[in-house]
């Protein structure tokens, strides 16, 4: 701004509304100091964002003081938006191009998910279509699980365009679309099976550590009645795990110890070594059939629900999440009118920001790739500005898959970008955010200790982390883990669901925490620094974080609450904060 860059020409993309908001805060906030202070002081603030000295010109002063008019009254606002803000605009200003609605809404999760359900509903009741639902019905764990899939494959329906039918999935598995489940048992099945086993589990002592499952499995295998879920159980018999250095191989005479093998008798071993290799070479069979039946009922469904979900927003002048970055992706790639479209929104950017960018997704890359194009090659609607872009990510803090983030992404795309302004002869800055400022230096070191070299953070190396109050003391207390209680008995309809016993895990967990903390608020009071020098721990100098809002969270509320101990609740708001309270 202070080169005079028209505010209109610059793009910001961040995460969220709410950090929308806060930058646009801040820059508004700066400036309208600047408008206000006293010569001296505008000169000491510019210097602050830089500015050297031979530039703190009386005609830079003026300008200075300016801008924060300049950027109140930018046609159409600050570009400081989320990548979906954004390309809702694009959209909004190339409907026909993009093929949408001129007058589209775009649509929250909350509303997105009535709309899903409402057309799950119309699915189920639907002679001729609720097969879609039940091919995928045993595939899901629980009452949720259908709107979760629902919304994941509305989330990517490009993977399924166009949908795959049996022959084609069987292919992808390597499998032939003729096998069925006697196919797969016939290639283990000999008929000798019963005999071979009996002569093996007698002598595997049932309540040994290493032998007690093998004697189990092999003991109650129903070998008349042999399904694929009893061959899964076989493998674990006579196969090796997954994690040794060779997996699922057989296992051949490797049962039991030696005295267990010479009780077994060597042709009986022999005769037992060939079952494990024909059970090694029939669970590529079995695990390509299982793997094809879910993979085919997923494309059902995907091919019932997904025009139908597409018909339902169309007929709303709905978009999604999804549909924006989708929809902008693939107006900034046609080949026909992208590069007219380009051109007009290349005439009003010259610098892009993106911000959280580790947790940018490869498709929404795509697009910032695309704004970009011309960036370092010098070229597009304007050459005689130096055109920039700004990307913040820290891949420690990604959330990975959540709105498809890819982490690596962020590496990609440095990669891509050096490359291309190598080209162009235009330097690459890089900075590394090694400091952390919310952590002590124990607590980094662990972390660093835990996720070592062999566990590289970014490419081309293992990241550290410094702390950047060096000083400050930090300790990591690791608890025994708490072993998950036995279930109990179904309970009956009337009996309450949400109370858990007093052996339940959460509640062990809970009244742990509540009694170590009773003991250091009363009995301990160990001393913490503050500006005012060294006081006895209290209540509030203590926060308890939880992944979610579980029941161990209400659990950890009753607890503390048992023990007497002064708790802020469960949140703590400022009633007078709110807009509509002012």
């Known amino acids: 701004l202070l080169d005079e860059v028209p505010p209109?020409?610059?793009?910001?993309?961040?995460?969220?509304?709410?950090?929308?908001?806060?930058?646009?805060?801040?820059?508004?906030?700066?400036?309208?100091?600047?408008?206000?202070?006293?010569?001296?002081d505008l000169r000491s603030a510019l210097a602050d964002v830089g500015v050297p000295p031979e530039r703190l010109t009386p005609e830079l002063l003026s300008r200075a003081r300016t801008l924060f008019a300049r950027a109140i009254e930018t046609p159409g606002g600050l570009k400081i938006q989320t990548?979906?803000?954004?390309?809702?605009?694009?959209?909004?200003?190339?409907?026909?191009?993009?093929?949408?609605?001129?007058?589209?809404?775009?649509?929250?999760?909350?509303?997105?998910?009535?709309?899903?359900?409402?057309?799950?509903?119309?699915?189920?009741?639907?002679?001729?279509?609720?097969?879609?639902?039940?091919a995928v019905v045993p595939y899901l764990g629980d009452e949720d699980g259908i709107m979760k899939l629902?919304?994941?494959?509305?989330?990517?329906?490009?993977?399924?365009?166009?949908?795959?039918?049996?022959?084609?999935?069987?292919?992808?598995?390597?499998?032939?679309?003729?096998?069925?489940e006697a196919g797969v048992l016939s290639a283990v099945l000999t008929g000798e099976e019963r005999a071979i086993c009996d002569a093996v589990w007698p002598h595997l002592d049932p309540e040994g550590k290493q032998q007690a499952k093998p004697h189990r499995i092999l003991r109650d295998m129903p070998w008349e009645a042999m399904t694929l879920d009893a061959l899964a159980e076989l493998e674990e018999v006579c196969l090796t795990g997954d994690k040794t250095k060779t997996p699922f191989a057989a296992k051949g005479q490797s049962i039991g110890n030696k005295s267990v093998r010479d009780a077994i008798g060597p042709d009986a071993m022999e005769a037992f070594a060939a079952l494990t290799e024909r059970v090694e070479a029939a669970r590529p069979l079995r695990t390509g059939l299982l793997n094809a039946r879910k993979t085919h009922a997923l494309h059902v469904f995907a091919t019932?629900?997904?025009?139908?979900?597409?018909?339902?927003?169309?007929?709303?002048?709905?978009?999604?999440?999804?549909?924006l970055i989708g929809r902008t992706r693939q107006l900034l790639r046609a080949p026909d009118i992208a590069q007219w479209v380009l051109f007009r929104l290349d005439g009003g950017i010259d610098h892009i920001l993106v911000d959280e960018a580790q947790d940018t997704s490869p498709a929404q890359w795509d697009i910032v790739k695309r704004l970009a194009e011309d960036f370092a090659a010098g070229e597009g609607a304007r050459t005689d500005v130096n055109r920039t872009i700004f990307v913040v990510g820290d891949k420690k803090q990604s959330i990975y898959s959540f709105q498809g983030a890819d982490p690596e992404g962020f590496d990609r795309m440095r990669d891509h970008f050096d490359d291309r302004l190598k080209g162009a002869g235009l330097p690459l800055q890089e900075a590394d955010l090694l400091y952390s400022f919310r952590s002590a230096r124990p607590i980094l070191d662990l972390v660093d200790t835990v996720c070592g070299p062999e566990r590289p953070t970014q490419v081309g190396g293992h990241l550290e982390?410094?702390?950047?109050?060096?000083?400050?003391?930090?300790r990591v207390d690791l608890w025994p883990v708490v072993p998950p209680a036995p279930s109990g008995e179904d309970l009956a309809w009337c009996d309450p669901q949400d109370l858990l016993g007093a052996e339940h895990h959460f509640a062990v967990l809970a009244q742990t925490l509540a009694d170590r903390l009773h003991a250091m608020l009363h009995d301990e009071r160990p001393e913490i620094e503050t500006e005012d020098g060294p006081r006895p721990v209290e209540a509030g100098d203590i926060l308890i974080l939880v992944r979610r809002r579980s029941p161990l969270f209400r659990q950890?509320?009753?607890?503390?609450?048992?023990?007497?101990?002064?708790?802020?609740?469960?949140?703590?708001s400022a009633l007078t904060a709110p807009l509509a309270v002012q």
């Open 556 to 572: 950890i509320i009753a607890a503390l609450k048992g023990k007497d101990l002064p708790i802020a609740g469960v949140d703590r």
């Open 304 to 323: 019932a629900f997904l025009p139908a979900y597409a018909a339902a927003k169309t007929e709303r002048g709905w978009l999604d999440f999804d549909d």
């Open 83 to 134: 990548i979906h803000s954004f390309c809702a605009s694009v959209l909004r200003r190339f409907p026909l191009e993009a093929g949408v609605s001129p007058g589209f809404t775009e649509i929250d999760e909350r509303v997105q998910g009535r709309l899903i359900a409402d057309l799950l509903d119309d699915l189920a009741e639907d002679p001729a279509r609720s097969g879609a639902i039940d």
């Open 150 to 180: 629902a919304r994941d494959v509305a989330g990517k329906a490009e993977a399924f365009d166009p949908p795959l039918g049996w022959d084609s999935v069987c292919a992808a598995m390597g499998i032939d679309p003729g096998l069925d």
């Open 465 to 474: 982390h410094k702390a950047f109050f060096a000083e400050r003391p930090g």
């Open 8 to 40: 209109e020409r610059i793009l910001c993309l961040t995460y969220t509304k709410a950090a929308a908001m806060e930058m646009q805060n801040r820059l508004f906030g700066r400036l309208g100091k600047w408008a206000m202070r006293p010569e001296d």
